[in-house]
T-cell receptor, first 115, second 115 residues
Framework: GDSVTQMEGPVTLSEEAFLTINCTYTATGYPSLFWYVQYPGEGLQLLLKATKADDKGSNKGFEATYRKETTSFHLEKGSVQVSDSAVYFC??????????????FGAGTRLTVKP | DAGVIQSPRHEVTEMGQEVTLRCKPISGHNSLFWYRQTMMRGLELLIYFNNNVPIDDSGMPEDRFSAKMPNASFSTLKIQPSEPRDSAVYFCASIPTGGSWETQYFGPGTRLLVL
């Protein structure tokens, strides 16, 4: 079935460092791809999304490009801040899934940014 | 708006005891989801309701788990009897009428520890 595999954490970076969190997917159809962020003590929030190949989602300085040829949707940020410390989840929504757009989440990657 | 409300925020219980987790979705949202988050398996969808009716409970791990939604503003997830392997963070999420799965509003979660 459809699934998402993301880079294992935890990831620890210094402030202003470059961030990449890898995500690859397996899907039979043409999924939409998402990154969610979970700040400490809170639920998940949608960070960005891309709905078709070569689309780039962006928000709060984060970017991810939907690469169909490599089935990837890697999350990047050029200069991280302490406030970016959170758990990041890659996810896909498959319109051909059993529940018509049910979401499949990766295991999450914990990012800690040190000052 | 208060957002999705979950209670309790933390629960510690002994193996064999009954555990009841509660969720109040955002007013006007007609779909509600229960997720379980563990280090090993990431975020898993357990069950979801649409207009108070369970639509898909295939993610419920076994008969020890049950979920109800007696009205549009309240849902429970019950584990009876609980086991140590049920220790996890349980999230409730809701989406507004006509909304898509990607715009789920997550609650802060209930952290359950079964000793």
């Amino acid at each position: 079935g459809d699934s998402v595999t993301q880079m294992e954490g935890p990831v620890t970076l210094s402030e202003e460092a470059f961030l990449t969190i890898n995500c690859t997917y397996t899907a039979t159809g043409y999924p939409s791809l998402f990154w969610y962020v979970q700040y400490p003590g809170e639920g998940l929030q949608l960070l960005l999304k891309a709905t078709k190949a070569d689309d780039k989602g962006s928000n709060k300085g984060f970017e991810a490009t939907y690469r169909k040829e490599t089935t990837s949707f890697h999350l990047e940020k050029g200069s991280v801040q302490v406030s970016d410390s959170a758990v990041y989840f890659c996810a896909l929504s498959d319109p051909e899934g059993r529940n018509n757009n049910d979401m499949r989440f990766g295991a999450g990657t914990r990012l800690t940014v040190k000052p | 708006d208060a957002g999705v409300i979950q209670s309790p925020r933390h629960e510690v219980t002994e193996m064999g005891q009954e555990v009841t987790l509660r969720c109040k979705p955002i007013s006007g949202h007609n779909s509600l989801f229960w997720y379980r988050q563990t280090m090993m398996r990431g975020l898993e969808l357990l069950i979801y309701f649409n207009n108070n009716v369970p639509i898909d409970d295939s993610g419920m791990p076994e008969d020890r788990f049950s979920a109800k939604m007696p009205n549009a503003s309240f849902s429970t997830l019950k584990i009876q009897p609980s086991e140590p392997r049920d220790s996890a963070v349980y999230f409730c999420a809701s989406i507004p009428t006509g909304g898509s799965w990607e715009t789920q509003y997550f609650g802060p979660g209930t952290r359950l520890l079964v000793l």
